[in-house]
């Protein structure tokens, strides 16, 4: 049975990773949300959508980028949310999992020796973490392989 899935990543790796497993969404109803506009181009097929990019510096943009998440999010009304970071992802995390969305964050392949400080924050909301190192294995973190090899 086809489920909605919102999936968002902000922009370099985040994004490329977030292609890598687009393959596993097949059959589904897809949107894939980010923040750069020149993206929608890779994702020619699915429903995109652009949110402000922000980072923890920028503490206006978060709240810009929260409210563009949660609006869109309350409007789509998604199954699933997947993110492989950073920002944007976690938000939708935040959100989705306070509506009753099925979570999944797959923290990137760059953290080699810890789990990322959004990876952490991710925990408390995520239905599931994945991480891309099987070192990182602890409690609720899980490692099924790499989205990058």
Partial sequence: MSKKIIAIASAGGHWIQLLRIAPAFENNEVVFVSTEPSFASSVKNFDYYLIPDASRWDKIG??????????????????????????????????????GCKTIWID??????????????????????????????????????NVIS
């Fill in 62 to 99: 978060l709240l810009k980028s929260f409210y563009s998440v949660f609006k869109m999010i309350l409007k789509l009304k998604p199954e699933i949310i997947i993110t492989t970071g950073a920002a944007p992802g976690l938000m939708a995390i935040i959100v989705g999992r306070i509506i």
């Fill in 108 to 145: 990137s392949i760059a953290n080699v020796d810890k789990i990322s400080m959004s990876g952490k924050i991710a925990l408390r909301f995520a239905n599931i973490v994945y991480t891309q190192w099987p070192e990182l294995v602890k409690g609720k973190i899980v490692y099924h392989g």
